[in-house]
């Protein structure tokens, strides 16, 4: 089987993580976290990090650092992942849906505009599968309307905008470490700001909001959202190998792209002015009805996919008013192919053949229908 993510050990991650053990800091104390944040911010060229244990609640911790709360409603596309949704909820704000752009996937600068209101307190950019949002746009917008930019990067690492790393643009922006992102520390993430109070009042909540200045004394309802050392090693060892995992990610997407030239079906490119990461190598098929029949298929050949997320206002706890035409039709027909560091080109090759394989055959059981013979699609698959 041919797996859709796995997480790439080349570098020092065992070495640190026996650190570690030897020293006994494996708890949320020790030297790898503050040298994985401080590494990090400088890998993405933001002035503050601080570490947390997952994706999920370094967007809460985020929403809350810069005082959104009940009453606020935030500006966020539907098709994303459930997490950025339900942060948004369980800060007590009101999440209100905008749609996709069909070219990029990314959040629609347009419909952000045409969803202001005067409770809208944030937009939330989530540069998804890799590829950043428009940037140039919502910047513009936030400013204007005077709203906060959180930008959700958990798929975004090693994504740039115009030269610049997705994250160093809006007043907070959040990193995720599972075991199937860029960079991984099994569990993990990071909020990172341009401002040291902004970052001091995530460390705060993060922290059980323990006084910097009189032993546990807590003046804040928070949270223990704090990262472990062994995570932060891990994390290290994955930093210090991020460029060569990105480079090989976008190897990958160019063999994907070559060898599937020319099917009904299009790849998720890059675009000017961007770097695309390549979180998830991704296609749109022309056809949403071919999405099940093919992904059914490379499962026989061995080789897994994953679905492109529903669209978050259509799931039962997060419904929300509006029209979204493209993130529907993106999601219907959007299949994330196989995309970890490790695969080889004969394996991209065997991937891109087994797609290929499919579509000559339903072109081929299309016209044997259409002369009226009753020939099962199986027959044909010597071809
Ligand atoms: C992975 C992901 C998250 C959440 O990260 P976890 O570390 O799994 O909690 C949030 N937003 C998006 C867009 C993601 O892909």
Redesign the pocket.
Known sequence: MIPVYQPFFTGREKEYVNQCLDSTWISSKGEFIGWFESEFAKYIGSPHATSVC???VA?HLALEAVGIGPGDEVIVPTL??V??VNTIIQAGATPVYVDSLEHSWQIDPEDVRRKITPRTKAVMA?HLYGLPCDMDSLTRICEEHKLLLVE?C??GFGTYHRGRHVGTFGDIATF???GN?TITTG?G?MVVARSKAVIERAYHLKNQGVSPAREYWHDVVAYNYRMTNICAAIGLAQLESATPIIAKKRQIADWYRAALEGLPLKFHDELPGTVHSYWMCSIALDAAADRQPLREHLKAAAVETRPVFHPCHTLPHCAGEGHFPVALSLSARGVNLPSYPALTREQVEQVCSSIAAYFQRAAVGHATESAGTRRPAAATSAI
């Open positions: 997952n994706g999920t967007i994303t992942y997490a950025s989530v959700d958990a798929e995720s470490f599972f992102k569990e993430g």
